[in-house]
């Protein structure tokens, strides 16, 4: 009996792979091995995008390390048309909102910034409260990737609003293209470092988009690593 069993376990699972003793099951589809980047992010600015992620890590004050818990959900809106520098452009929207629960005390979380492309989609600038970040030049994405590579991005000058008049320091992005945990997507880990007025290293994050090899683009990964005003949170949020 229990040969009977195991037998037809892993014959179900053959035939959910490739088929399995010829009763069924389709072959899986070729392996996609380049996938179009630049479609998924186009698809994601002219339709929007959503994720609610889990959060865990643990934050400290020097002297105690909390674990820390709790959900966020982070909103990417369609791009909409608008003037940038004097030039036409245009701007998505995104927000945080969700709650962190550190020490068994809870917090909601709630932010809102402005991004700023050209019309290839190719990020500008943004604006949050308190912080504008400008683009030297426009940030361009690969057109495709594949399994292995990564690059540079670019590099954010960042003040305290759009007048530009005080220097807050600066921020730099690269990318790495991983094998998704689904078969045929590949993870897109945008990873941004972000640097003080000194040019000291002030905290590092990262978002990972998963792609499918049509282009459909989804949210799955959050993570943070900075120190401000004494506090250090490690945190990473996952796609529920």
């Known amino acids: 009996m229990f040969k009977l069993i195991k037998t037809t376990f892993v ?12 009763g069924g099951g389709d072959a899986l589809p070729p392996a996609v091995t380049s996938f179009p980047v630049q479609d998924a992010l186009i698809y994601a ?4 995008l959503q994720s609610t992620l889990n959060v865990t890590g643990s934050a400290s004050d020097g002297v105690s390390t909390y674990p820390v818990t709790g959900s966020l959900t982070i909103t990417l809106g369609a791009a909409t048309s608008t003037t940038f520098n004097g030039t036409v452009a245009v701007q998505t ?20 910034s402005t991004s700023y492309l050209n019309f290839s989609y190719e990020p500008l600038a943004y604006s949050a409260t308190g912080s504008y970040c400008e683009a030297a030049s ?10 292995g590579q990564s690059g540079d991005l670019g590099v954010f000058t960042c003040y305290t609003d759009s007048t530009k008049a005080i220097l807050t320091g600066r921020e730099t992005g690269t990318y790495l293209a991983t094998a998704g945990s689904t078969y045929n997507t590949l ?41 401000d005003s004494g506090i250090t949170i490690n945190i990473t949020a996952k796609a529920i």
């Not at 600015?45 to 929007?48: A, D, L, R, S």
């Not at 282009?215 to 943070?224: A, D, E, H, K, R």
């Open 187 to 227: 993870d897109m880990t945008i990873t941004t470092n972000i640097y003080d007025a000194l040019g000291a290293l002030a905290g590092t994050g990262s978002l990972t988009y998963t792609i499918t090899g049509g282009g459909i683009p989804g949210l799955t990964q959050f993570n943070m690593s900075t120190t």
């Open 93 to 112: 929207t995104e927000t945080v909102s969700g709650t962190l629960t550190i020490a068994g005390q809870s917090a909601p979380l709630n932010s809102f």
């Open 138 to 147: 426009p940030v361009i994405y690969p057109e495709t990737a594949s399994v």
């Open 11 to 22: 014959c179900s699972a053959m035939a959910l792979l490739a088929g399995c003793g010829g």
């Open 45 to 48: 600015y002219t339709n929007g």
